[in-house]
């Protein structure tokens, strides 16, 4: 069968469908292992994090609310908004600029609205 070809300025040619006899199969593998480690990076911590925000009669909903919303609407509608973005400008590396700009405004919320709680009894009524 004829295979479609397409040619990225600056990046090479690339195959519509891979050929799974010419998969660098160890190099894909080792790949994804290391972006497991870098969700692992994520999701270690962010347990810790969110527990110490928030105080314990309202922890759970305190939790629970910004992390579906998070993964729910800004996770879930991420590859059509993605795909919407590159079909846009025409360029498939253009909807990367998505998770980049949500992955910035979540650090400076963060840095803005999340404190320190080092010393403070987290079990503490408020």
Known sequence: PEVTVYNIPGGGAFAMFADPAAVNWPMTIGILFI??????MVY???????VEMFPTRIRYTG???P???????????LPATVFALSAYKGDIYYGLWYP???????????????KDTLGTDLHAKE
């Open 44 to 50: 270690g911590p962010i347990a810790a994090i969110l």
């Open 100 to 114: 980049v700009v949500i992955a910035a405004i979540t650090l400076v919320i963060g840095m803005i609205f999340v």
């Open 63 to 65: 939790m629970s609310l």
């Open 67 to 77: 992390y579906h919303i998070g993964n729910g609407w800004f996770g879930g509608l």
């Open 35 to 40: 972006l497991v480690l870098f969700v692992t």
